[in-house]
């Protein structure tokens, strides 16, 4: 079956990308040789490791039993975590389907997603206060779409070959805190790609002298990315990024310290 999607970049500005594209009415002026191109946003409280845009095949059909195409997140080999994508999208149907699966592997399904003249797709779910994922769709007139989806459990979540299950690796360390002040959230950063995106180690009150042990799950293609930048930040928000990057996959516990007015860290 012929792809139907093709990324073409990643939106490094979300605001600019959205007043292009939703801030006047008419014909979307990206639109070129029946295709058209879309920005996804997710505000979902989820890392999306996973995006599929796929025409509707047979109404009626189990939308996870049907070719979704390629994932869209892994293949612009960039952002997989977090942030905005542009894709074109062939104008082969007036609707869509539109799956996503967040890190934790929850997946967010919408059936029927209208996407012709549209502008942006803002995904929003929180775990906490809302039972199903939202879908909001922004088109060039100015008419919004709100499309309520399903939330599927891990659990019970299928797997076959139009949906493979990301295969994923574990970080395991610990981190203490021998500084004499208290660090609210500790990440880390690709040391070449910064900007693909933050992943989130610690988020609390890791008060002085403390200790928190770090389990957490990468794509398996992550494993050739041996040099990571950590990042920290305080109760105030102030906040630094080390500049010396270090290898988690050989790490077995970073001590966060203080060298005179300097704060380091130390890799063992």
């Known amino acids: 079956m012929k792809k139907h999607l093709i990324v073409i970049l990643i939106i490094l500005s979300i605001a600019s990308a959205v007043l292009a594209g939703c801030g006047s009415e008419g014909e979307d002026t990206r639109q070129y040789v029946d295709t058209i191109g879309v920005v996804f946003t997710n505000n979902a409280d989820d890392i999306i490791n996973e995006l599929y845009v796929f025409p509707i095949a047979i109404v009626g059909t189990n939308i996870l039993e049907q070719d979704m195409g390629p994932d869209l997140i892994k293949n612009t080999s960039s ?99 021998s500084t004499e002040g208290s660090i609210y959230f500790i990440s880390m950063r690709e040391a070449d790609q910064p900007r693909r995106g933050e992943v989130e180690l610690f988020v609390g009150n890791l008060s002085p002298n403390a200790l928190t042990s770090v389990t957490y799950r990468l794509p398996e293609e992550d494993m050739e990315v041996t040099e990571w930048l950590l990042h920290i930040q305080a109760p105030d928000g102030t906040s630094m990024t080390f500049n010396e990057p270090f290898n988690p996959w050989e790490t077995e516990q970073i001590e966060i310290l203080m060298d005179g007015d300097e704060i380091v860290y130390i890799v063992s």
């Open 79 to 177: 952002t997989r975590r977090i942030g905005s994508f542009g894709v074109t999208i062939e104008l082969q149907n007036t609707s869509y389907n539109v799956m996503a699966r967040g890190r934790q592997q929850d997946i967010f399904v919408f059936a029927g997603v209208p996407l012709t003249n549209v502008c942006e797709a803002v995904l929003s779910f929180n775990r906490e206060v809302d039972a199903n994922p939202t879908l909001t769709i922004h088109h060039r007139s100015g008419d919004t779409n709100v499309i309520v989806g399903e939330h599927i459990h891990p659990g019970d979540a299928p797997n076959h070959t139009h949906m493979p299950m990301s295969r994923t690796e574990t970080v395991r360390f610990n981190i203490r805190n």
